[in-house]
């Protein structure tokens, strides 16, 4: 990967600034699962919920009929659950070097925001969990304080109780005006586009990259290609994972000191000093140990004909 990145070292080096497209594979390392990946992506995991279809969760139509299938699911990605990746200190770093432009996300995490990246370098496209309000009256309503009434049921306004939903994006619903507006002003002067974790399926999102200007760097850093990456003569394609990115992009620039710091750091804050796969082996070790009979289904997934409630819990909550 060294060679293929010398291009982009090479850049940075001169002090040209990065524009980042970032979707849900940059933080598939946290824990969070991405939405479309066979098995262990998102809308996989949301069978359990018999939604009419997967989408249905984040629907804003059907959100106003049954908001507790969007609860059950939000209970588990509310921040504070998950630490930032190494990509997501990547960027840190790069801001901290006076080498960010801007990070464009899909995702709904406050990951960027949690590693410290500072609220003028980010453009969350589908909105966040940082902010929430009634669908009805708009109030806005502390996150901390839904966040807390989910065990309780569906939290609702206490002034003139509609649901209350999270700043996010929904389908049926448009784009934050900071979107479109920050766009704008970027569009024109992007000199490195560092497109990471996305599949670009989804528009407008998924036109930014094919909408800089030829002369602008673009570096494709995901599980396979997408787009029109790797179609322009400057075009960096590296089928690679994002930690993994991290790590040798900040080792050819002698960060990777500081990324291992911070990342540490992060862990320890959030509680998160064994990894999720450490701490799956540790319950399956324990489930092994339970004397009562399991078999395999034809996923390589273990079902429990009867058992320890909590040690499934456990499980599900890790690999959801």
């Known amino acids: 990967m060294e060679a293929t990145l010398a291009p982009l070292v090479e850049a940075l ?10 979707g849900a594979g940059v933080s598939t390392a946290a824990g969070i699962p991405d939405f479309r990946s066979p098995e ?9 919920l018999n939604l009419p279809f997967a989408e249905a969760v984040f629907d804003i139509d059907f959100f106003k009929k049954d908001p507790k299938p969007f609860y059950t699911l939000a209970e ?9 990746t190494k990509f997501h200190y990547m960027v840190r770093i790069l801001q901290e070097k006076n080498l960010l432009k801007r990070v464009y996300t899909q995702n709904i995490d406050i990951l960027d925001r949690l590693a410290g990246v500072k609220d003028e370098f980010i453009v969350e496209a589908h909105g966040s969990f940082a902010t929430s309000r009634c669908i009805d009256c708009k109030m806005e309503v502390p996150i901390e304080k839904v966040k807390s009434d989910i065990p309780k049921g569906v939290p609702t306004c206490a002034k ?29 002067d992007v000199e490195v586009a560092l ?16 909408s800089v200007e030829k002369r602008c760097l673009r570096v494709l850093v995901n599980r396979e290609k997408v787009g029109d990456l790797g179609r322009r003569k400057k075009d960096i394609v590296a089928l690679s994972d994002c930690d993994e990115f991290a790590d040798t992009l900040t080792s050819l620039l002698g960060w990777k000191d500081v990324l291992d710091r911070y990342y540490e750091e992060g862990q320890k804050k959030c509680g998160k000093s064994k990894s999720i796969e450490e701490e799956l082996e540790k319950i399956e070790d324990r489930l092994e140990k339970e004397p009562v ?3 395999n289904n034809k996923d390589g997934n ?15 909550k890790l690999k959801i």
């Open 13 to 22: 080096k001169a002090k040209k600034k990065v524009c980042l497209f970032t």
């Open 40 to 48: 262990t992506g998102l809308y996989s995991n949301l069978a359990k």
């Open 76 to 84: 588990e990605l509310f921040p504070g659950k998950f630490a930032p």
């Open 160 to 188: 003139c109780g509609g649901f209350i939903k999270p700043d996010i994006t929904f389908y049926g619903e448009g784009l934050p005006s900071k979107f479109f507006e920050t766009w704008d002003k970027d569009c024109d």
């Open 195 to 210: 497109i990471s974790g996305t599949s670009l399926t989804v528009y407008p999102f998924a036109s930014l990259p094919s």
């Open 293 to 295: 009979s399991e078999k």
């Open 302 to 316: 273990v079902d429990r004909q009867e058992g320890d409630e909590e040690l499934e819990e456990l499980i599900n």
